[in-house]
């Protein structure tokens, strides 16, 4: 089945360390968003790439990091300097036209 | 920079109770509007895309229509399985995906 799969589908991370979150897709699409979603909040963007090897900041990057190595796969990096991690992850895929698909989603939690 | 604002944040209908969630927006060069459906702990889910000011889609008991500054999301007869956040995002001329903050809906039955 084509789509987006995020992984894992919940995390927990102590103060301090870094952790990726893992987002593939087999939909051929070009583009790859991360979003960040907090309680009551709508999406918040955090990095975006519309070509392998080419990723540009959305509004709250820092303290985030990525990478564009293969078409399929967009991978997110917590790092320590994000102060307020806390939160659940969306990764998303778009077709030219815009049309964006969602994974599951990973909610990460600092402990 | 371009922006979405979504309103009412939430809305309480009773089942059958017809009504409309608005999303205002200014947007360099719209590229498309879209709205999405999100239930509880999971991700978006694609619902319509809008190009251009006078169109139109349907799917179910949802129509969305665009004109030049907002889109309105209409549900008719709404059930209780509709209750669910609809978001609503636009694509500008530098392809950045700009999502508001979303209408809880709940339908009472």
């Known amino acids: 089945d084509g789509g987006i799969t995020q992984s894992p589908k919940y995390l927990f991370r102590k103060e301090g360390q870094n952790v990726t979150l893992s987002c593939e897709q087999n939909l051929n699409h070009d583009a790859m968003y991360w979003y960040r979603q907090d309680p009551g909040q709508g999406l918040r963007l955090i990095y975006y790439?519309?070509?392998?090897?080419?990723?540009q900041k959305g509004d709250i990057a820092e303290g985030y990091s990525v990478s564009r190595e293969k078409k399929e796969s967009f991978p997110l990096t917590v790092t320590s300097a994000q102060k307020n991690p806390t939160a659940f992850y969306l990764c998303?895929?778009?077709?030219?036209?815009?049309?964006?698909?969602f994974g599951q989603g990973t909610r990460l939690t600092v402990v | 920079e371009d922006q979405v604002t979504q309103s009412p944040e939430a809305l309480r209908l009773q089942e059958g109770e017809s009504s409309s969630l608005n999303c205002s927006y200014t947007v360099s060069g719209l590229r498309g509007l879209f709205w999405y459906r999100q239930d509880p702990g999971k991700g978006p889910e694609f619902l319509f895309t809008l190009y251009s000011a006078g169109e139109e889609k349907e799917k179910e008991r949802l129509k969305a229509t665009l004109t030049k500054k907002e889109s309105f999301l209409h549900i008719t007869a709404p059930k209780p399985e509709d209750s669910a956040t609809y978001l609503c995002?636009?694509?500008?001329?530098?392809?950045?995906?700009?999502f508001g903050k979303g209408i809880t809906l709940s339908v009472r039955p």
């Open positions: 998303a895929s778009s077709t030219r036209q815009g049309e964006a698909f």
């Open positions: 995002a636009v694509t500008g001329a530098n392809s950045k995906l700009t």
């Open positions: 790439s519309q070509i392998v090897n080419d990723f």
